[in-house]
């Protein structure tokens, strides 16, 4: 019997020689799916159990729970054994479903019936206010609801002034979304239940953006790691605006390649539109999209036509957000104006986890607070002309650098950065980076300003040495008061305090005082003795009282007494004792 080694003439070959068996005997024909898909959707399902013990709060939710283990279980075998990639494909809305269904199962968990603090923050409770506020046919803009945050536990947003922000600060969408909503939710967190069924939206529209084998990223980034379950419960309006924002950026770089504006043109302008008229921060990214889309088309037309399609891209966005707002302008124009400006204006106390922390956390105060917001003022004009300059570099950024700005200004939240992580994935994986190696260059004198090393180095100081010189006047100028808690009391409640307090700044200060520990800010305590303004080199005595009566020392957490003041914007800090987070 003769032996003989046989060969499948359907294998691959190389050189003209069919390829070897893999060792586990199967053909690469018979296993055509790549190792990332696999492992993009093995990661994907690993990240549904983040978050997932936490559901199980009763018997019906429980066994949803244990029903998502199975089936994690089940994704998590299938991502690394399938063979086919529409078997693949299937596993990827297998995935996504399962997301989906895991999510609902935390609703009860995350907005229980009857709660009496529904939102940890402000943002829903103004928007849920401003909803009934339009059910009731009363302008939103023109209400201030101060009492809404008297209960201790409830969140609140402190101005440098000592005052409560009361008032919606949101462009209007949120609330009319509300006010549609309320009839459905009765004694439910409307702006939360809005929150929560615009991040489902998010992750449906995201899996169906992305390309396969990314598809899996958006249950993972959307419901998986949970970074958005936290702003959903605030009833945050930015929750909202990013599916419309993923919309606007999904395959920006072919907006206008037919030398019109064309149906994706106008979707992309529209839900630009209706995302700025719900969220503040969709402003961030306007001008970066606009300027991308004339760099863009600019290489493949003539300058006045890529002008003239990005004019037609930033009308029909404007004509939408115009749309929106205009019963709100023509009922109040003043209210309404002041309403979607109050962020950039109330002058609300520093928090964040932007350079902040280096007068907040690190040194405990500032005599020159306002310059921060003027680095970032300084440092979005910069960075836009930058991303212009060297848009062949930049280009691709277009999603991420806008929110680089929200690192400067005394409100640097991290919300403000991962809330949107979504839209850079959307944006990154989308376009075509060919076109960025064809991009008109500059001619002339701007050219010679681009060239070589030396140059861009020139170009990048001269545009940010302003930055740079505010921050050193923020960070510089030192806190205004000198601070000695002279009297803490002495049966371990720091409910009453006597501080002395000296001005050594060359202004007038009117302080207002309040209790941190870590990032979290108590309200206002009452000063039940002392000046109302301490002129520059004065000295006082202030008797201070918390306002909230059970505010106790026991658990060992640092607390440090916090000064601010308006005009000029100032923080001054000192050590108080060792207490408790109880009293925030």
């Not at 399962?98 to 709660?115: K, T």
């Not at 302008?329 to 280096?358: E, H, K, V």
Request: hydrophobic content about 50%; proline content about 7%; aromatic content about 10%.
């Amino acid at each position: 019997m003769t032996s003989q080694t046989s060969h499948r003439t359907d294998l691959p070959a190389t050189d003209g020689q069919p390829a070897l068996l893999p060792a586990h005997g199967l053909a690469p024909a018979a296993d055509l799916v790549s190792t990332m898909s696999r492992g993009i959707v093995l990661v994907a399902a690993i990240s549904l159990f983040i978050g997932i013990q936490a559901t199980w709060a009763d018997p019906w939710t429980a066994a949803v729970v244990m029903i998502g283990y199975a089936g994690i279980l089940s994704c998590a075998v299938l991502a690394v054994t399938l063979r086919r990639p529409a078997s693949m494909r299937r596993l990827e809305y297998g995935v996504l479903g399962l997301a989906l269904v895991l999510y609902a199962a935390s609703f009860p968990r995350m907005f229980p019936a009857g709660s009496k603090r529904p939102y940890p923050g402000d943002e829903g409770t103004l928007t849920d206010l401003a909803g009934a506020a339009l059910r009731h046919r009363a302008d939103p803009y023109a209400k201030l609801w101060p009492h809404a945050f008297t209960d201790r536990n409830a969140g609140i947003t402190l101005t440098m002034s000592g005052h409560i922000v009361g008032r919606f600060g949101y462009p209007p969408m949120a609330a009319i979304l509300d006010a549609l909503a309320k009839p459905f939710t009765p004694g439910l967190a409307t702006a939360g239940i809005i929150g929560a069924a615009a991040l489902g939206i998010t992750a449906v529209v995201m899996f169906l953006l992305l390309p396969s084998p990314w598809r899996a990223v958006a249950p993972m980034i959307c419901l998986g790691l949970g970074i958005y379950q936290p702003a959903v419960r605030a009833g945050e309006p930015a929750i909202v605006a990013l599916p419309l924002l993923m919309l606007a950026l999904y395959r920006w770089t072919s907006i206008g390649a037919s030398g019109r504006l064309g149906p994706s043109g106008w979707a992309s302008a529209a839900c630009l539109g209706l995302a700025a008229a719900t969220q503040q921060l969709a402003w961030f990214v306007a001008p970066f999209l606009l300027m991308a889309i004339f760099l863009v088309r600019r290489t493949d037309m003539p300058g006045r036509a890529a002008a003239r399609l990005a004019y037609a891209y930033a009308a029909v966005a404007a004509a939408i957000f115009a749309a929106v707002n205009l019963p709100f302008m023509i009922w109040n124009f003043a209210d309404w104006l002041r309403g979607i400006g109050s962020p950039l204006t109330q002058g609300a106390i520093p928090n964040g986890q932007g350079l902040i922390g280096i007068s907040y956390y690190l040194i405990g105060g500032s005599g020159a607070l306002s310059f921060y917001g003027y680095a970032a003022l300084l440092y979005a004009a910069a960075l836009l002309a930058c991303f212009g300059l060297f848009f062949a570099r930049l280009g691709p950024a277009v999603a991420i650098l806008p929110w680089t700005i929200l690192f400067f200004p005394t409100r640097s939240q991290s919300g403000y950065f991962f809330e949107f992580a979504g839209l850079w994935v959307v944006s990154l994986l989308t376009i075509d980076y060919a076109v960025f190696a064809r991009v008109h260059r500059p001619r002339g004198r701007q050219r010679s300003l681009c060239q070589g090393s030396r140059a861009r180095a020139a170009v990048v100081t001269a545009l940010f040495l302003p930055v740079v010189a505010c921050l050193v006047i923020a960070i510089g100028t030192p806190q205004p008061l000198r601070l000695t808690v002279t009297r803490p009391t002495a049966d371990g409640r720091i409910g009453v305090l006597t501080v002395t307090a000296t001005n050594v700044s060359g202004h007038d200060i009117t302080p207002h005082f309040a209790m941190s520990a870590n990032s979290a800010t108590t309200a206002i305590w009452v000063i039940e003795r002392g000046p109302a303004t301490l002129t520059r080199g004065a000295t006082a005595t202030y008797l201070i009282r918390a306002p909230f009566a059970s505010a106790t020392s026991s658990s060992g957490v640092p607390v440090k007494l916090r000064v601010f003041s308006a005009g000029p914007d100032t923080l001054s800090s000192t050590m108080v004792t060792k207490g408790t987070d109880s009293l925030l």
